[in-house]
Structure formats: C-alpha cells, structure tokens
C-alpha cells in the first residue's frame, strides 16, 4: 500500500497558484479535492491526474510548463500522471482564447507534432511516472449516435454565455458548429480516462466543467477540476502562442531565451515569477516590494528572472554562463556560445557576412549595413566594401542585429 503525506502538506502544494475568478468554485473545488486526498492516503492508493495538450506546433513554450509544473507536483506526491496529447482535438482548434476560427491541421501533422511535444515534456514531467496518451484513440471512433447523446447535456445558450462567442456572436461573425464540440470533445476525454483531477488555464474553464456535466450524466463521479493563471507573452498583453509570435520556447537557445525574457515588459515580472520560476511567494512578494519602492531595479529583476528561467530548462552553469553571456552582448561582445569563423585572408564586410551564412544574399548585408544594424567590434559599420577584416592574430567581432553575432579569428 502506497503511503501518502498528510493531507494538508498535499493541500498546500497543489492548491498553490490556483485561481478559479469565483470563490464559489474555489470552495467547491478544494473541498473536493481534500475529500479525493483523504481517501487515496486512507486507501494507499494515488489519484489519476491529467492535463491535455494539443499538438498545434511542434514546439513547448513558458505557457505549457504552468500546468506541467504542477503535474510534476502531483507526481512527487505520488500520484499518477496522464499526459494527454490532443491528436484529434489539435486537428478542430479549441475556440477557448479566440475570437476567430483556429485553421485545423491533420492528423498526420498533429502526430508529428505529439512526438517532439513529448520529448519536450519529460523535461519537466518524470518520464518514469507519466502516462503517455493520445485522444485520437477514443475520439476518432465515436459515432454519431455518441456526438448527439454527448451534446445533449448542454444547450446553445451556455454555448453562446461563453466571453469569445459572445463577443463574435454580437459582432456578426460566424461561429462554427465544430468549435462548439471541441467541449465535447473535451469532456469524453474526461470520461474515457476516469481520471479524479484535471489542470487547465482559467480560460479552460468551460472546457473542465464539461467535462464534470459529462461524467454526472453518465453516472460517473465528476472529477475535480483546478486552473491556473494564463502567462502572458512577450508583449505582456496577449496569452503566450507560437501563433501569435510571442513565445519564449523551453527549447530554445539559452542567450535567445535570457534575452526575450530580459525584454519582457516590467509589469509582467510577477506574473513570470510566480508561474513558471521555483521561487517561493514570500521571495517574489519581496523583490516586488522592492521593485515598486525603487530599491531594486526592474532590468535587473529581469535579469535575475531570466536567470533563473534559463537555468531550469538547461542547467544551473548555463543559466550562469547566460547572465555573463547578456552583459558581453551589452558591452558589444559576443557570447561564448558565438559561432567562429576562421579567415586566412584579407575580406571586406559584405563577403564576410556572406560567406559566414550570416545573411542570404549581399544585398541583404548592404541593406543591414544602411539600417545601421552591423557592428564591428562595437563600432557602427556604414560601408560594407569599404570596411574590411584582416587575420592578424587576434578576433574580432561582428554584430548584426541585436542577436546574431559572430567570432573572426585568424586562420594563421
């Protein structure tokens, strides 16, 4: 028989960040799940907890890892973890955060997808506790006769209350039957897996609750439902997505990582912090005390917060290496992990730039030259035939863009 920690220790942990918009439903839900913990400690027996994920890209982002990171919770708890692939909701879209129709993808694209999403995953999910499982399974067998019964339990009008249809209702734009199933589709997946916990965002939220309509009508105990704030993007407005372009991917490089995160607006800071950081609260509500009063500085915040971002995806040295990387860039340096190329004889800037496959064409490094985008050791370079580098024995660096860097050493 499995042994559990005490309840309240577990109620702690994974009541933490949770946030409903309703004290009603937080009640609720807390309620419940304290009844579903005592039982599995009494019992010895670990509580099946999941969260779906569709495959709209083949890449993981900061967004993804907040409910990742409380699976993983779960899981040190000792409970058991279904990491659910949505390889037949991914090819509907879920209407959830927009006030368009999602373009569908297929199938094929959509597994494609599910196996660099899985990989990804293990980075913070334990791979020996995690079940792996695909909702194509259940979905793409369900007649009919299935659909009906299951869009029984709901009418038009719940549908309609939703804040996204609403507003493209009251707009006059079309709002598609099949985004009405992804709910559905949602819910049956709550069904086939009998699970007693599912994470989603806040903007999940009807998509969760389906899920409990569901499994009551079928007699089925509801499971208990918990969401999470939603991370913002880099414009520090909008949901992070790769759709909309501002993403922090966890498999990106750590410089890319540590600068998108060190340009992130100042008002994100928190929001960063307490989702996707293993800082504590009581450290988070002391460094924003402290931005607020003017004693620590909101650039340097954000170098610690990437820091510490960077350092949980690729390692403590890495995250370190990716602060002293920052302020060489700063400073017109080129960061250790700077591409080299080796020259064995006198070149100009515009053979340079495209012999080194930093630009596509020489045009291309001539119109950067004229925005003022290239620099050479530092210093603005306004003519590309003109400047020219010579192998004498010691490096030199050029910059393009606030990026893109490249070591020139002598081949001598």
């Known amino acids: 028989m499995a042994e559990f920690a005490p309840v309240d220790e577990q109620m702690a942990v994974l009541m933490r960040g949770v946030e409903f918009g309703d004290d009603r439903t937080r009640y609720n839900m807390e309620a419940e799940l304290r009844v579903r913990l005592e039982e599995s400690r009494r019992d010895g027996r670990p509580l099946r907890v999941y969260c779906g994920f569709d495959p709209t890209s083949s890449d993981l982002h900061l967004g993804h890892t907040v409910p990742l990171r409380k699976l993983r919770q779960f899981q040190e708890l000792g409970h058991t973890v279904v990491f659910l692939i949505g390889t037949f909701t991914g090819t509907i879209g879920d209407p959830s955060d927009k006030e368009s129709a999602r373009t569908q993808q297929s199938l094929e694209e959509a597994m494609g997808n599910a196996r660099s999403f899985t990989q990804q995953a293990h980075r913070v999910l334990d791979p020996e506790k995690t079940v792996v499982d695909y909702n194509h399974r259940w979905l793409s067998e369900l007649d009919f006769g299935g659909v009906i019964q299951l869009a029984s339990s709901f009418t038009v009008q719940q549908f309609l209350a939703r804040d996204n249809f609403s507003k493209r209702h009251a707009k006059g734009e079309p709002i598609w039957l099949h985004e009405f199933f992804y709910a559905l589709m949602q819910g049956y997946d709550a069904i086939k897996l009998d699970t007693d916990v599912q994470i989603g965002g806040t903007d999940q939220l009807f998509n969760l609750m389906a899920g409990r309509t569901l499994m009551s009508a079928r007699g089925m105990r509801p499971q208990v439902v918990l969401t999470f704030p939603i991370l913002v993007g880099t414009d520090g407005h909008l949901r992070m997505s790769k759709s909309t372009g501002n993403h922090i991917g966890i498999d990106e490089a750590p410089g890319v990582i540590f600068t998108k995160v060190v340009n992130l607006p100042d008002h994100t800071f928190r929001n ?136 020139v050493v002598s081949d001598e």
Not at 325 to 349: C, I, Q, T, Y
């Open 272 to 407: 960063f912090a307490e989702l996707v950081t293993r800082w504590g609260q009581e450290e988070i509500d002391g460094m924003v005390a402290q931005i607020e009063s003017g004693e620590l500085a909101p650039q340097a915040a954000k170098r610690a917060l990437a820091k510490e971002i960077v350092s949980i995806f690729h390692g403590e040295a890495t995250g370190e290496q990716a602060a002293v990387d920052a302020v060489r860039m700063h400073e017109g340096a080129a960061p250790s992990d700077a591409p080299e190329f080796r020259l064995s004889k006198e070149m100009n800037l515009l053979d340079l730039m495209s012999e080194a496959g930093l630009v596509r064409s020489k045009g291309e490094a001539r119109r950067l030259i004229q925005q003022g985008g290239v620099r050479l050791n530092g210093e603005a370079v306004s003519d590309g035939v003109q400047t020219s580098v010579t192998p004498n024995g010691g490096e030199s660096v050029l910059q393009v863009g606030r990026k893109r860097f490249l070591r």
